[in-house]
């Protein structure tokens, strides 16, 4: 079972998934994550350190949250697994380290 949880702590805004992240959750996360960003949290984390696989379309929602955010002036925090942690200021950025970390994006 794949999920996600939004956790606002002051201006800062968490976002922890665990399981799979499949197209079933996309639309919820990129809501979730337009919104997060047009309320200027900051910083935004997203920790994925508990997902074992994601598809293109949780890439796109993430892609489309950093690119806005980049807008502002702001990026994404990724936590990933094997203590990996990155900024990303864009969406490409964003791809790019989602495909080094999940090599089989489809």
């Known amino acids: 079972m794949s999920h996600f949880t939004v956790v ?5 805004a968490l976002v922890y998934a665990e399981g799979p992240l499949d197209a079933t959750v996309a639309a919820t996360l990129h809501d979730a994550l337009a919104d997060i960003v047009d309320e200027r949290a900051t910083p935004i984390v997203i920790d994925l350190v508990r997902v074992p696989s994601v598809n293109d379309s949780i890439v796109t929602a993430l892609a489309a949250a950093a690119s806005r955010a980049a ?6 925090e990724l936590r990933l697994a094997a203590g990996q942690r990155f900024t990303v200021t864009g969406a490409a950025q964003l791809r790019q380290v989602m495909g080094r970390a999940y090599p089989t994006i489809a």
């Open 71 to 76: 807008q502002q002036g702001r990026g994404l």
């Open 8 to 12: 606002r702590l002051g201006e800062a």
